[in-house]
Nanobody, 123 residues
């Protein structure tokens, strides 16, 4: 059974930094990519960043490019999202998700989800 557990969320001032972690377990070899979505209150869930487990290729939504960095420790099955220069519009629940490949996640076709961690950026 796939399990994704997020941690690292919290309250931070605008311009600050946070690092999210996602501990993955039970993912079969069919899962080829993992990463992050987020959902702000009253808005639809949106893409943030993903990384291919197979070749390390990454994807970043335009709104987070040059501020967020995704990385993974494949030996420990942990994925990180380093978030710098945070803005109030980055506020939301951040969900870890896994899918067949990078294209699947870019297309919002995740096959496993975590419960989410709250990130709040105050102005």
């Amino acid at each position: 059974q796939e399990r994704l557990v997020e941690s690292g969320g919290g309250l931070v001032q605008s311009g600050g930094s946070l690092r999210l972690s996602c501990a993955a377990s039970g993912l079969g070899s069919e899962f080829g990519a993992i990463g992050w979505f987020r959902q702000a209150p009253g808005k639809e869930r949106e893409r943030v960043s993903f990384v291919s487990i197979r070749d390390g290729e990454s994807f970043y939504e335009d709104s987070v490019k040059d501020r967020f960095t995704i990385s993974s420790d494949n030996a420990k099955n942990v994925v990180f999202l380093q978030m710098n220069s945070l803005k109030p519009e980055d506020t939301g629940v951040y969900y870890c998700a896994a899918g067949w490949d990078l294209l699947a996640l870019v297309g919002h076709a995740a096959s496993a989800w975590g419960q989410g961690t709250q990130v709040t950026v105050s102005s």
